[in-house]
């Protein structure tokens, strides 16, 4: 019987192999990327049953990519495996397309349990994690309706955040560079920001990119 297939997205080389030399000898681990793009390429080309991602991928962070890998492969099982213990993030990931949902500080047995978990259509969620949901909810459970970023409006701030030049995000994009500029102004005129710092500090709010 042939062994599941997983793919790995992450940012750090160490960390990424790893995950792969642990799951190695149970799993058929095809591939290892190290940005959000390279693993929506290598997604739609192997097509795996699992993808083990991190959240602060560079290019395009975990959590669009996980939005576009739903609608790309919806079969597969999206596990994000990061140091983020953000409720919000985890609720966020979980309602809109991971089955799991697990820290990097986790035990290798926990990383196996996950994946057998949703390889048999069960959810999975990381103990403290799964303990801060519930009491959030219990605290609020309402949903919140603030403004939002649109999709290419958070690829835009995510790139020009990373010190990318509004030319070199057009070609990541690959729109043109009058596109790049109408979607940086227009985030900045909606939620008031003056200059590239507030553009770097509204990402790093936004968890698109990490704080230095």
Not at 107 to 127: D, F, N, Q, R
Not at 131 to 147: A, V, Y
Not at 166 to 185: G, N, P, Q, S
């Amino acid at each position: 019987m042939d062994r599941p297939r997983i793919l790995i997205a992450d940012d750090h080389a160490l960390v990424a192999e790893a995950f792969k030399a642990l799951l190695e000898p149970e799993y058929d681990v095809i591939k290892v990327v190290t940005d959000g793009r390279s693993l929506l390429i290598a997604a739609r080309e192997l097509r795996p049953e699992v993808i083990l991602l991190d959240l602060s991928l560079p290019l395009l962070n975990g959590m669009d990519a996980g939005l576009e890998l739903r609608k790309l492969l919806p079969k597969t099982k999206l596990i994000v495996l990061t140091m983020n213990e953000d409720v919000d993030v985890a609720s966020k990931a979980l309602h809109q397309w991971a089955s799991g949902y697990l820290l990097k500080k986790s035990a290798g047995v926990e990383l196996k349990k996950s994946i057998s978990e949703v390889l048999h259509g069960h959810s999975y969620v990381t103990p403290s994690i799964a303990q801060k949901l519930m009491d959030e909810f219990i605290r609020d459970p309402r949903p919140d309706h603030g403004k939002e970023l649109t999709p290419r409006q958070r690829q835009v701030l995510q790139l020009l955040a990373e010190g990318r030049s509004m030319k070199e995000a057009a070609a990541v994009l690959d729109i043109a560079v009058r596109t790049i500029a109408f979607h940086k102004y227009r985030i900045m005129e909606d939620f008031g920001l003056k200059t590239n710092a507030d553009i770097v500090r509204f990402a790093i709010r936004e968890r698109l990119i990490l704080e230095p």
